[in-house]
């Protein structure tokens, strides 16, 4: 599931907590955990609403919304239509590599800072370019080669530095 919410990048992924159990918990903290999934909204359908789960409601690196029978189906709906529709995530995104932008790039390097972590941030241009892309190759094409490379190098530094690593994209 992992894998496909990475490749894929969903609209919404929803765990359901009572048949998925410690798994479906440790796979919310993952995604959430990493900055590239954590753009992808995220609901937990829970029938036992007073379980306390570490994905729950309030935890900054849980679920975006937790489901249970306390809300009518029209509140659930609702709130799962809202998870779709949400703006926030157009802002903290770049949206051609789909990477974080420049205030999640500021979000994690503080989050560091504060955990007094030691990390070498470094910035590498690129020379490509959307226009020069999109004009040599067509906008649908240039799109897809500048989205690739995001993956790459995504994959690359995660694969390298594990947890640690951290790509985003500041556009100029």
């Not at 990475?6 to 959430?32: F, Y």
């Not at 932008?101 to 941030?121: S, V």
Request: with cysteine; aromatic share 6%.
């Amino acid at each position: 599931m992992e894998e496909r919410v990475l490749r894929g990048l969903p609209t919404l992924v929803v765990i359901d907590a009572d048949s998925a159990g410690d798994e479906g918990m440790q796979l919310c903290a993952r995604l959430k955990g990493d900055a590239y999934t954590a753009i992808v909204p995220l609901a937990v359908c829970d029938q036992i609403a007073t379980r306390r789960t570490p994905c729950g409601s309030g935890s900054p690196r849980g679920a975006d919304e937790v489901i249970t029978p306390l809300f009518e189906p029209g509140e659930q709906a609702g709130r799962l239509d809202a998870l779709v529709t949400r703006p926030s995530a157009t802002w903290r995104v770049n949206p051609s590599t789909r990477l974080p932008g420049t205030t999640e790039i500021e979000r994690e390097i503080k989050r560091r800072m504060d955990l007094g972590e030691f990390f070498a941030p470094s910035v590498t241009p690129t020379s490509i370019t959307s226009k020069n892309t999109n004009d040599r190759y067509s906008y649908y094409d240039g799109d897809r080669v500048i989205y690739l490379l995001s993956r790459i190098l995504h994959d690359v530094v995660r694969g390298i530095l594990g947890k640690q690593g951290f790509v985003g994209h500041i556009r100029r």
